[in-house]
């Protein structure tokens, strides 16, 4: 039988691996920058923590984890013949392997809350796994690499955030638009339009005005139960032009009557405005049209997408005032932000944007021509690997052709070779392999060369 991976997951290769970890590692300093601090939690939360927090889609979405030993011991036969796959879930499967890792994050917190110095900022990248159709830009298993700021109601964490959004793109060197709405300017929408009510179906609906366009989101909310005339009025709200203070003048003008809707856009005219001060370069734009799926999102959210690549979103967020309150813990505040690793991946891929050093492991692959030029070469190995510089002695007397092959496949930038003639004069032959140039040097000249 041939070996294959589960649809929706990947291997990844030396050459691949370095280029992912240029990502985590670029990400990971830029956190730093601004005071995050770094935890982990487990692959798998009990499903009693992850259920119900990601909305009636999320739920579906979520890989189950059988029970231990006989995971049919709760399961009558009344039960396996009906065969309705939620409900015999609950009774065979405790666990579930996480979705994302916010809300593994406001368990930690809760848990974790008389050791924790607040407002407290962390970062956190691992892995999360949804059941989701497979496709171009969608895995089942990826990365997530998330920050997030807990115990401060002030709008200036949602500033920080979106620095930090645009000092990575700027350091991977990628264009991108920020997107910002607020779920309150959303919630008002729904006042205003007589459907409060129904907030949750129309974030859900207009979320996916990208991927299914305007009239299968009409088709959706008429579905979901709301009028002709409440759907015809969301129609200039969806689809609104202009600069961002323009476009918050006109829904302000629109929100006056609800009190939720003018504290969305004044929380919105702050973050705008402040951001002016910053500098950054990136456009941030404000789009009505940006939901954020997941039920809960209270203030402030943020989409990133790549400019000049054709895939799905790169970096999303938002506030979550409510989400600790869920597990015993009310009135903590929340906001934070989540790179989606695996579509940046796709995205430096595309544009090959990846630095040369990010790639090149191994700078000088030393050739072995026998016990004697090896037992020679060995000193000058760990001199290289002193100085911090990735070095290899290739293990086996084999072919010159085979070691110089070796060297180009793996991309190594040097070669040194030290036969008799070399070892003769206390040198060796430095071989420059993008150019070809063969120089005679000493361990020293060695290492400034390759440095």
Partial sequence: MKPSTPKGTRDFSPVEMAKRNYIFETIREVYALYGFQQIETPAMETLQTLMGKYGEEGDKLLFKVLNSGDCLAKVTDAELCERNPMHLAAKMCEKGLRYDLTVPFARYVVMHREEIQFPFKRYQYQAVWRADRPQKGRYREFYQFDGDVVGSDSLLNEVELMQIIDTVFSRFGVRVAIKINNRKILTGIAEVIGAADKIVDITVAIDKLDKIGLEAVNDELRNNGLSEAQIEQLQPIISLSGTNDEKLATIAEVLQASEIGVKGVEETRFILETLKKTGLNNAIELDLTLARGLNYYTGAIFEVKALDVEIGSITGGGRYD???????????????????????????????????????????????????????????????????????????AAKMKKQMNFANAKQIPFVALAGENEMAVGKFTLKDMTTGEQTLVDISELIEKVK
Avoid: K
Wanted: net charge negative.
């Fill in 322 to 396: 409510n989400l600790t309150g869920i597990f015993g813990m009310p009135d903590v505040s929340g906001v934070g932000i989540s790179f989606g690793v695996d579509r940046i991946f796709d995205v430096l891929n595309t544009l090959n944007a990846y630095p040369a050093d990010a790639v090149h492991t191994t700078r000088v692959l030393f050739i072995n021509f026998g016990a004697c030029e090896s037992a020679y070469c060995l000193p000058a190995v760990r001199q290289l690997r002193d100085a911090g510089i990735c070095t290899e002695l290739y293990p086996d």
